[in-house]
C-alpha cells in the first residue's frame, strides 16, 4: 500500500506561515489595544465631566447658602428698623441722646464718667422717667449691637451731595449761604446698611 501521508513543507513555507499567524497575532493585539486605550480615554473623560459638574454643583450650592443667609440677615435687620425708630424716638422725647446715652444739654462726661455711666443707671436717685429712659436706651443700644454683629450700620449724609440711591428726599428748603443746591442739610432719619448694601434709605431734607 503506497505512503499517503502529506509531505512535510519545507522550512521557507513553514516559516513564512508562522510569519503570518506572528503578523496577524500582532494586528489582534494592536486592535485589542487601541480598544482599551479608546475605553480608558472614554472613562477618563466621562471621569473629568463627573468632577467638573460636581465642582460647579458645589460652588453653586455654596452660592445659594450665602445668598439665602444674605437675604435671611437683610430681612431679620430689616424688621428691626422700625423698632429701632421707635426706641430713638422714645429718648429723643425723654431728653436722652441715643447715640451717648447722656441727656440733652448735660457737660460733656469725661471718660472715666462714660465708661461708668453710659447706659447704665445712675449712682444718684432719678425719677421713674429717667430710669425708664435708662432702660429703653439699654434695650435700643442692645438692638444696635446685635444689627452690628450682623453687618449693620447706621449712616447719615448730612453735608454730602444728594444721591438718590441711598437717600429719599422727603423735602426740600432753599440753599443758604454757602451751600451748594442739591446738598443733604438735614437727615430726619438716618439710612441702614447691610453688608455694603442699603437696607432702607436715609430720609433727609434737601436744599435747592
Known amino acids: 500500500m503506497a505512503d499517503e501521508r502529506r509531505p512535510n513543507p519545507p522550512p521557507e513555507a513553514r516559516a513564512n506561515d508562522e510569519q503570518g499567524e506572528a503578523s496577524e497575532l500582532e494586528h489582534d493585539l494592536d486592535a485589542l ?31 445659594e447658602t450665602e445668598e439665602a443667609e444674605r437675604r435671611g440677615k437683610a430681612s431679620v435687620a430689616r424688621a428691626m428698623l422700625p423698632a429701632l425708630d421707635n426706641l430713638e424716638r422714645a429718648l429723643r422725647s425723654t431728653g436722652l441722646d441715643p447715640a451717648t446715652g447722656q441727656w ?15 447706659f447704665d443707671s445712675p449712682s444718684e436717685e432719678v425719677t421713674a422717667q429717667e430710669a425708664l429712659a435708662r432702660g429703653v436706651a439699654l434695650v435700643y443700644g442692645e438692638l444696635r449691637a446685635a444689627l452690628e454683629r450682623a453687618g449693620g450700620e447706621t449712616y447719615d449724609p448730612t453735608g454730602d451731595r444728594f444721591d438718590p440711591k441711598t437717600s429719599e428726599a422727603l423735602a426740600t428748603q432753599p440753599a443758604g449761604d454757602g451751600v451748594d443746591p442739591g446738598v443733604v442739610i438735614e437727615t430726619l432719619e438716618r439710612g441702614y446698611r447691610l453688608d455694603g448694601q442699603v437696607l432702607r434709605a436715609a430720609r433727609v431734607v434737601v436744599s435747592e
Not at 104 to 118: C, I, K, L, S, V
Open 33 to 63: 489595544l487601541a480598544d482599551v486605550k479608546r475605553e480608558r480615554d472614554e472613562y477618563l473623560a466621562l471621569a473629568q465631566r463627573a468632577r467638573a459638574d460636581f465642582e460647579n454643583y458645589r460652588k453653586r450650592a455654596a452660592r
Open 104 to 118: 440733652a444739654g448735660a457737660a460733656e462726661p469725661t471718660p472715666d464718667e462714660q465708661d461708668a455711666e453710659a
